[in-house]
């Protein structure tokens, strides 16, 4: 099978040839691998590890090729991306940029605010490109951003919270115009790209110990948007609804089901996401994306603690609706010897009829 009919059958709850893979690594960890496998740069490390999904990473913001830089030093960059979000970056360091203001102050600053053309071909040009050239190698989804994080892309992190609960009228008025570009933005993607599955909504809503706010104000402010995004692209060619967020949501997972989310993705372990626990309770309605703990097995785990691991999240790809891989990214801090193990083991076992051992 290729991967987009491997894909295809496994979120459609049917059993294909084999249980599918997905990943992200990060650049440092494809630079690391790179050097210790001693492979040139046309090696893609997709290919190599027999990933079945990948998404696509469109200039979806407001302003397009909307990076200024405001200043630089030896040590760090300030700039103003396209969002107006003003980030300092560090050199030489992996932790994320530090936002220190953000586009929307009031509403006159939201009435004012441009969301550039989402069918401009300089957002998808090089996406074009990309899936004409792999689109027998993967299945390919768009990707686009949910209405909180759009909501707290355009007030700030702290302030949407402040919004929830003092401005939810605002809240609305932001997540209406954000969510009009990006459902745009989406239909645009499956239409001007082509040979897309579906569409991958980031949407972080979560942490470690649950959500970042109640799931009543989840099913108020951003749930009606959600909904009308997956209605929307679904009638112009999304086949599948991804739906991305860090951390434990499980309380918002009915609402998703009922927006018309298909799958979801990373399952964060160290959030106490189980894919056979959830399997269990939404199984016949939804799919199942990552769940490989990349924080602790793969990063510091023995090779019986992988193997383990990946027998036992195995076990949920029965019937389908299982997509393995890991349970958020890979990065420069996983050994590549325990990420080629974890592959090696989904090899070995994935070919369907699964043949698995009981694990404890």
């Not at 690594?25 to 999904?53: L, M």
């Not at 949910?146 to 609305?172: A, C, I, N």
């Not at 959500?211 to 999304?238: D, T």
């Not at 990552?290 to 076990?315: A, C, F, Q, W, Y």
Request: with cysteine; glycine share 8%; hydrophobic share 40%.
């Amino acid at each position: 099978m290729t991967s987009k009919e491997r894909v295809t059958a496994t979120l459609s709850h049917q059993e294909p040839d084999r249980v599918p893979t997905w990943e992200w690594f990060w650049p440092q960890f494809e630079e690391k691998w790179r050097r210790e496998k001693g492979f040139s740069p046309n090696i893609d490390i997709y290919r190599y590890y027999e990933i079945d999904v990948r998404f696509l990473s469109p200039d979806i913001d407001p302003r397009i090729g909307g990076e200024v830089l405001l200043e630089k030093t030896s040590a760090f960059e300030i700039i103003r991306d396209g969002w107006g979000i003003v980030q300092r970056r560090l050199f030489d360091s992996y932790s994320p940029p530090q936002m220190q203001d953000f586009p929307i102050k009031d509403e006159q600053d939201l009435e004012a605010f441009h969301f550039d053309p989402p069918r401009d071909l300089r957002r998808y040009h090089s996406c074009i490109q990309q899936v004409a050239r792999e689109k027998d190698s993967f299945a390919f989804f768009g990707r686009i951003l949910g209405p909180y994080r759009t909501h707290w892309q355009m007030r700030g992190p702290l302030q949407s919270f402040f919004d929830m609960v003092e401005k939810p009228e605002f809240v609305e008025r932001i997540v209406t115009k954000s969510m009009a570009f990006m459902t745009a933005a989406g239909v645009a993607q499956l239409q001007m790209i082509g040979d897309l599955l579906g569409v991958w909504i980031f949407d972080d809503v979560a942490y470690n110990n649950g959500m970042l706010f109640s799931p009543e104000l989840y099913r108020q402010l951003y749930f009606p948007s959600l909904r009308m995004m997956c209605q929307v692209l679904k009638k112009n060619g999304a086949k599948f609804i991804v739906h991305h967020s860090d951390g434990d949501f499980r309380a918002i997972i009915p609402m998703l089901i009922e927006a018309g989310v298909d799958a979801i993705q990373p399952l964060e372990v160290r959030a106490g996401m189980d894919v056979l626990e959830l399997k269990d309770m939404y199984g016949d309605k939804l799919s199942f994306i990552g769940n490989i703990d990349n924080t602790g097995t793969l990063r510091v785990g023995s090779r019986e603690d992988i193997r383990k691991e990946v027998i036992h999240k195995l076990h949920a790809a029965r019937g389908g609706g299982y997509i393995i891989g890991s349970s958020h990214s890979v990065g420069v801090d996983v050994p590549i010897a325990n990420y080629e193990y974890f592959r090696e083991i989904v090899r070995e076992l994935g070919d369907y009829p699964l043949d698995l051992p009981e694990v404890v």
